[in-house]
Structures are given as C-alpha cells and as structure tokens.
C-alpha cells in the first residue's frame, strides 16, 4: 500500500510527459493530487503504522503526519497549477507531448514522488538519495520562466544544496564508522531504528561528528542561517505554487532527517549537544529572518525569510524539547499550510500586478477583494494571532522555553518574533489597504482555479485553531512521541 | 605498495586541479581521480567478480571516469569556454593553499580514532580530494569548473566511506551514483541555458539577486 505512494505520482508523471493533450495533463495533476490525499487517509485508517526495524522503507506515524501534511498541500497547489498553466502563456507550444508545460507537470508530480520517498524512508542512506533527489527535481522547476533572474536562482539552488548534501553523506559515512564500532550490529541494515535501540554503543566522537554534519547538510535544505543564502532568490523566483511545495513541504523533509539524528543523538545519550546545536542555529535563523524583514520590498523573498523565521522557530523548539515534541509538530503541520496559502495568494496578487515590489501593490482588499482576504487573513495566522493554530503552538514552544529556563534563547526569539511582525505587518499594510494602483491591469481569469485552493488551506488553518479533530489530534501525539515525548 | 602508488597520484591529481588553469585537463584529472578510486577500492576490498559490489565498482567507475567527463568536455566546446581567466583566488595562492589543506587533512584524520586496520595517509588523501573539490567550487567562477569540483567532493567523499566504513549496502551505493549522474547533468543543462541567456558562465556576476 505504501508503494502507491510512490508510484502514483511517478507513473501520473510520466503519462504528463508523454501525452500529447494540455487539458488530459492538467486533469491528471488533479487526479493525482486527489488519489495521493485519499491513499495518505486510507493507509493512515487501515494500515498499522509500525514498521519492522530492518525495513528500509516504511511508514511509522510521524511519516504519516508529514505524509499528510504534504497530501494537503499538494491537493490546492494541483489545482492553483492547473489554473496557472491554462492562463499562463509564456509555457511554449500547445497540446504536444515533451513540451514545456509537460516537462513542468511531470516534475511536479516526480517532486512529490522523492518527497514522499525521503518522508517513508527509514535509512539515513536511503534518506540521503530521496533528499538529492528532490533538489534534482525541483531545481528545473525553479527556472521554469528562463528569465535571467529565475536562471541565476536556479544555479544558486543546485549548487548549494548539492554541495551541503554532499556533506550530508559525510554525516552519514560518520555514522556508518561509528557504527562500526558496535559488534552486534553486525551485518543488520543501519536503519535509524536499529541504530537508535544500539544508541549507547555507538561512538560518541564519531556520532558528533556525523550531527554536524548532518545539521549543516541538511540544514542547508531546510534553510537554516547561514546555509539559507540559496533560499530567498529560489523562493522568490519558483513559480507560486512551486515556491509554495518548496516552503511547506520540502523544508519539512529535510528537517525529519536532522529530527530523526536528533533522536539517534538522545539514545546515545548526546542530546544536550545536538540540542545547543539546533537551538544556536535556530536563534541565528530567527535574528536574520527579523533583520531582512524588517527591509524588505519584495513580498515573494517577505514570504521566504518568513519561511527561515518559522524553521528557526521549529528548530528552537526540537532544541528545548527534549521531553515534549508536540509544540514542533503542530508548528510543522501550521506553518506549511498557512505559507502555502500565503504563497498562493502571492501568486494571484502577482497575476494582477505584475510586480514583486510591495511598494507599487496597493489596495489589494479593494481591487481583487478574495485574494486581499486570504493574504490578510494568512498573514495574520502565519504571525500568530489567535486563534490561528501557530498561535498555539508558538505559545507552546514558548512555555516549553519558560520551563526548560531557556532565557537568553526566550528572549531572542520575542524580540525577532516582534520585530518579524512590524515588518510584516508594515508591507501588508501597505498592500492590503493603501491607495488602489492603476486600474491597467487585467483582472485575474479561472476564478474557481484561483480562489478553491485558497480557500481549501484557508478553511483547515482557521478550523485548526479552534478544534482539532480527534484523529488528528492523536497523530499529532503520536508523533511528537517518535521524536520524543 | 599498490595503495602508496595510487595514494600518491590521487595528491598529485589534487595539486594539478588547485594549479591548472585550463579546463579540459582539469576534467582528464576529475575522472583519472575516478580511475584511481575504483583501484583503490578493489584492492582494499577483496572482492569476487561475481558479487554485487563488484558491478557497482565498474558502473560507477564507468559513469565517473567516461560519461560524466565527457558530457562536461561536450559542454566545454558548446559553451565555447578553455580556461578560467580570472579566477576569485589566484594559481599561485591556490596551490599554496592546497599545501595548507593537504596538511589539515593528514593533521585532521590524526586525531579521529578509527577503527582497526585503516591506512591512514589515503584516508588523509581523500579528504584532501574533499577539500579539493570545496575549494574549486569557491574559488573559480565559471560554472563548469564549479561541477568539476562537486564531482571531486564526491570523490573524495566516496574513497573516504569506502576506507573508514567499508561502504555500505549495494542499494544505497547505487542510488547515490544515481543521484551523482543526474545531478551533473541536471547542471550541464543549467550551464547551457546560462550561457544561452547571459552569454557567459561567470558564476560572480551571477549576483542580482540580493538583500
């Protein structure tokens, strides 16, 4: 059943390369989305999620949570495209087989295809192949426009994170050596569950090592200061819905590897080293996140340092919460789907301005008074204003720093959080209200394309706030309690 | 004796990538570093023809000494780029550098405890082809050379799992090899769209977008 996974988006890509029909294509990605959603549901509702130790690939429920995370955010960003490609006309020749827009549609659907492979596997080995696999993916999908800008964007992203991947695989070589040492693992694959239940044998100078390492490598991916520099340019330059799979879900893969070393690190009995390590990383995110805020004029590179914010905040948090994941959890499920909603409504309020510069947008509630809704609404939730779900768990994670007496990180992380807002809140001022620009510009076309997947992210970020389901809930707890509590 | 001869020549590849300024050559010596790797590990291995990791070896060696190299010498001549003119750190200074790092590993790799029966001076060697590779990725600015240092971090990184750990499942060697083709190539196309868009492969005045 996990395999469908895997497969439904690969062989959905294919099928988008090689069919000749623009409308079949853009069917499928919808399809495929839909069908993805439903088998996430139907594996989490009756398949048990406890995976043999040996396996190399397998679903325990903290994959499924992000599985499910990055189900829900496929589903509106299929759709967003489907509109996107049918108004878009930069997307070359029509109706042909291999064409632009073809290649653009398999990528998608091949992306999610490594994303989910990197989310179910359960090898560091493995883990490392889907993570490379998903910056080859993705980076095509990047430059898709060929203007000079995405282009530059593009080179940025394939060299940075290939080269902090490759460090990633020293990580892991680490780990192998460390392994080493234990006699009993003997010829059993080094899943991270078998490494973690022989985690006090393992070499201590070897495994600290391979964490730093790791948090550089895959730091690098999840966008932690200083390894972010590729972040902002590729976030800002992807098309929206690229950008907005790249911000809320494939930041979330690579930070399941640092959160599952993380864990090998407590069973060796060196969390509070991994712990400073991720917290000293997360605080330098948070500051440098705020600083570039604070001057930004951009508002798709606003959303993408708003993204280093929130892997900061989350990093802080697996920092401080040797004993209590669920604040992280939350976090994760809350910030992927408010940016995916931000970044989508950033993409219509670029369809109809035509510019990335906040100061010539304005009256976006007047002039496309939807999307202004939406945008402000998100920006509201992602600076967690209650009753958003990011009020809660940020005042959580909070709480957790107030009791690990944590002061010098708590009190960091509330200045930046509050400088983070006024800048935030100055650039979305400015747009939402302000005076209307020039009325030159055309109205936004396929309406149902542009609004359902807003409102879809839009609906689950405010219902979560109040009331989390009971399925939900328990997986959340579940699993918070794989990483730890 | 084999392992000292190729340990040696591996150094000396490293030296004349830090020391060279045209390219081509400076590919000959990524995937001589190949050649080199593939030998090492098969005498360090004792491995029979009929295993698994023996074809691994020989695709890997196939795809890392020929078809790499020569899709990166095929993007030399459509880009129509010899050699680095001006690169961010001079030859001079590069080589004096790579003095310097080749010194940190052998210093470096002293003070890891590793396990029994591990030869220390290639050990030492790969992760000064990691260095290497690192160094050539910031301190040249075409593009092209950029790739030709990431595939000798790979290298590096390869001769250095393969000594200290002993390599790990087929499965996971293959995959990464995989990963390492599409990768260069993936970059090769973006090397071309970039000379097709800016007309030149300077990755330094790639620098527009900014804060």
């Given at each position: 059943?996990m395999?469908?996974?895997?497969?439904?988006p690969?062989?959905?890509?294919?099928f988008?390369?090689?069919?000749?029909?623009d409308?079949?294509?853009?069917?499928?990605?919808?399809l495929?989305?839909?069908f993805?959603?439903?088998a996430v549901?139907?594996?989490?509702?009756?398949?048990?999620?406890?995976?043999?130790?040996?396996?190399?690939?397998?679903?325990d429920?903290?994959?499924?949570?992000?599985?499910?995370i990055?189900?829900?955010?496929f589903?509106?960003?299929a759709?967003?495209t489907?509109?996107?490609?049918?108004?878009?006309?930069?997307?070359?020749?029509?109706?042909?087989?291999?064409?632009?827009?073809?290649?653009?549609?398999?990528?998608?659907?091949?992306?999610?295809?490594?994303?989910?492979?990197?989310?179910?596997?359960?090898?560091?080995?493995?883990?490392?192949?889907?993570i490379?696999?998903?910056?080859l993916?993705?980076?095509?999908?990047?430059?898709f426009h060929r203007?000079?800008?995405?282009?530059?964007?593009s080179?940025?992203?394939?060299?940075?994170?290939?080269?902090?991947?490759?460090?990633?695989?020293?990580?892991?070589?680490?780990?192998?050596?460390?392994?080493?040492?234990?006699?009993?693992?003997?010829?059993?694959?080094?899943?991270?569950?078998?490494?973690?239940?022989?985690?006090d044998?393992?070499?201590?100078v070897?495994?600290?090592?391979?964490?730093?390492?790791?948090?550089?490598?895959?730091?690098?991916?999840?966008g932690?200061?200083?390894?972010?520099?590729?972040?902002?340019?590729?976030?800002?330059?992807?098309?929206?819905?690229?950008?907005?799979?790249?911000?809320?879900?494939?930041?979330?893969?690579?930070m399941?590897?640092?959160?599952?070393?993380?864990?090998?690190?407590?069973?060796?009995?060196?969390?509070?080293?991994s712990?400073?390590l991720?917290t000293?990383?997360?605080?330098?995110?948070?500051?440098?996140?705020g600083?570039?805020?604070?001057n930004?004029?951009?508002?798709?590179?606003l959303?993408a340092?708003?993204?280093?914010?929130?892997?900061?905040i989350?990093?802080?948090a697996a920092?401080?919460?040797?004993?209590?994941?669920y604040?992280?959890?939350?976090?994760?499920f809350?910030?992927?789907?408010?940016?995916?909603?931000?970044?989508?409504?950033?993409?219509?309020?670029?369809?109809?301005?035509?510019?990335?510069?906040?100061?010539?947008?304005g009256?976006?509630?007047?002039?496309i008074?939807?999307?202004?809704?939406?945008?402000?609404?998100?920006?509201?939730?992602?600076?967690?204003?209650?009753?958003?779900g990011?009020?809660?768990?940020?005042f959580?994670?909070?709480k957790?720093?107030?009791?690990?007496?944590?002061?010098?990180t708590?009190?960091?992380?509330?200045v930046?959080?509050?400088?983070?807002f006024?800048?935030m809140?100055r650039?979305?001022t400015?747009?939402?209200?302000?005076?209307?620009a020039?009325?030159?510009?055309?109205?936004?076309?396929?309406?149902?394309?542009?609004?359902?997947?807003?409102?879809?992210?839009?609906?689950?970020?405010?219902?979560?706030?109040?009331?989390?389901?009971?399925p939900v809930?328990?997986?959340?707890k579940?699993?918070?309690?794989v990483?730890?509590? | 004796?084999?392992?000292?001869?190729?340990?040696?020549?591996?150094?000396?590849?490293?030296f004349?990538?830090?020391?060279?300024?045209r390219?081509?050559?400076?590919?000959t010596?990524?995937?001589?570093?190949?050649?080199?790797?593939?030998?090492?590990?098969?005498i360090?291995?004792?491995?029979?023809?009929?295993?698994?990791?023996?074809y691994?070896?020989?695709a890997?060696?196939?795809?890392k000494?020929?078809?790499l190299?020569?899709?990166?010498?095929?993007a030399l001549?459509?880009?129509?780029?010899?050699?680095?003119?001006?690169?961010?750190?001079?030859?001079?200074?590069?080589?004096?550098?790579?003095v310097?790092?080749?010194?940190?590993?052998?210093?470096?790799?002293?003070?890891?405890?590793?396990?029994?029966?591990?030869?220390?001076?290639?050990?030492?060697?790969s992760?000064?082809?990691f260095?290497?590779?690192?160094?050539?990725?910031?301190?040249?600015?075409?593009a092209?050379?950029?790739?030709?240092?990431?595939?000798?971090?790979?290298?590096?990184?390869?001769?250095f799992?393969?000594?200290s750990?002993?390599?790990?499942?087929a499965?996971?060697?293959?995959?990464?090899?995989?990963?390492?083709?599409?990768g260069?190539?993936?970059?090769?196309?973006?090397?071309?769209?970039?000379?097709?868009?800016?007309?030149h492969?300077?990755?330094?005045?790639?620098?527009?977008?900014?804060?």
């Amino acid at each position: 059943m996990m395999w469908i996974l895997l497969i439904l988006p690969l062989t959905g890509g294919v099928f988008s390369l090689i069919t000749a029909s623009d409308f079949l294509r853009r069917i499928l990605l919808q399809l495929v989305s839909v069908f993805y959603l439903v088998a996430v549901i139907m594996i989490w509702k009756y398949f048990p999620h406890s995976p043999a130790p040996e396996d190399l690939l397998g679903i325990d429920p903290l994959s499924l949570l992000f599985l499910f995370i990055t189900a829900l955010l496929f589903l509106p960003v299929a759709f967003y495209t489907a509109g996107y490609l049918s108004h878009g006309d930069s997307m070359g020749k029509k109706n042909r087989a291999f064409s632009r827009e073809a290649v653009f549609t398999a990528l998608l659907q091949i992306f999610l295809s490594t994303m989910t492979l990197s989310i179910i596997s359960r090898h560091p080995g493995v883990f490392w192949i889907a993570i490379e696999a998903t910056t080859l993916a993705s980076a095509p999908l990047i430059s898709f426009h060929r203007s000079a800008y995405s282009l530059e964007a593009s080179w940025k992203y394939l060299l940075i994170c290939s080269v902090g991947i490759a460090l990633a695989l020293t990580g892991n070589i680490f780990l192998s050596v460390s392994a080493s040492f234990v006699p009993s693992l003997g010829s059993l694959p080094h899943t991270f569950e078998v490494l973690f239940s022989e985690g006090d044998l393992l070499q201590p100078v070897w495994l600290k090592g391979a964490f730093i390492f790791i948090i550089i490598g895959y730091g690098t991916k999840m966008g932690l200061v200083p390894m972010h520099t590729w972040l902002p340019d590729a976030h800002s330059q992807a098309p929206s819905p690229v950008s907005a799979l790249l911000s809320g879900a494939l930041l979330n893969c690579a930070m399941l590897g640092i959160l599952r070393f993380h864990n090998l690190m407590k069973a060796a009995g060196l969390f509070e080293f991994s712990s400073s390590l991720l917290t000293v990383f997360g605080v330098f995110s948070v500051i440098l996140a705020g600083w570039f805020i604070v001057n930004q004029n951009d508002y798709k590179r606003l959303l993408a340092y708003s993204s280093i914010e929130h892997v900061g905040i989350m990093s802080i948090a697996a920092g401080s919460s040797v004993y209590n994941s669920y604040p992280l959890v939350i976090h994760a499920f809350n910030h992927s789907l408010t940016k995916g909603l931000l970044f989508l409504a950033a993409g219509n309020i670029l369809s109809f301005y035509k510019t990335k510069n906040v100061k010539e947008v304005g009256g976006v509630l007047g002039n496309i008074p939807f999307t202004g809704v939406m945008w402000t609404g998100g920006f509201l939730a992602i600076c967690g204003f209650p009753p958003s779900g990011i009020f809660i768990s940020e005042f959580s994670i909070i709480k957790g720093l107030i009791n690990g007496g944590g002061w010098l990180t708590l009190s960091l992380l509330l200045v930046s959080l509050s400088v983070i807002f006024i800048g935030m809140a100055r650039a979305v001022t400015d747009m939402s209200f302000g005076t209307p620009a020039s009325k030159s510009a055309e109205p936004f076309k396929g309406r149902f394309y542009s609004s359902f997947p807003l409102v879809f992210l839009f609906v689950i970020i405010v219902v979560s706030g109040f009331w989390i389901p009971a399925p939900v809930g328990s997986l959340f707890k579940a699993a918070a309690f794989v990483i730890g509590g | 004796m084999f392992i000292h001869i190729m340990t040696a020549l591996l150094i000396l590849t490293n030296f004349y990538m830090l020391g060279s300024s045209r390219l081509s050559p400076i590919i000959t010596a990524v995937s001589a570093q190949a050649v080199i790797l593939a030998a090492v590990t098969v005498i360090s291995t004792d491995l029979s023809f009929v295993s698994p990791e023996f074809y691994l070896i020989a695709a890997s060696l196939v795809i890392k000494s020929v078809v790499l190299p020569v899709m990166l010498k095929k993007a030399l001549v459509r880009t129509g780029i010899r050699r680095e003119i001006t690169p961010v750190i001079g030859y001079s200074l590069s080589l004096l550098t790579g003095v310097l790092l080749f010194l940190v590993s052998v210093k470096g790799i002293k003070m890891l405890p590793f396990p029994e029966g591990v030869f220390n001076m290639t050990v030492s060697a790969s992760v000064f082809t990691f260095f290497t590779g690192l160094f050539l990725i910031v301190g040249r600015v075409k593009a092209i050379t950029q790739t030709i240092g990431y595939l000798s971090m790979e290298n590096g990184i390869y001769l250095f799992g393969t000594l200290s750990a002993g390599g790990s499942s087929a499965i996971v060697e293959l995959g990464i090899l995989l990963d390492l083709f599409v990768g260069v190539f993936i970059m090769g196309i973006v090397i071309l769209k970039i000379k097709r868009e800016f007309d030149h492969i300077d990755t330094d005045e790639l620098a527009v977008l900014r804060d």
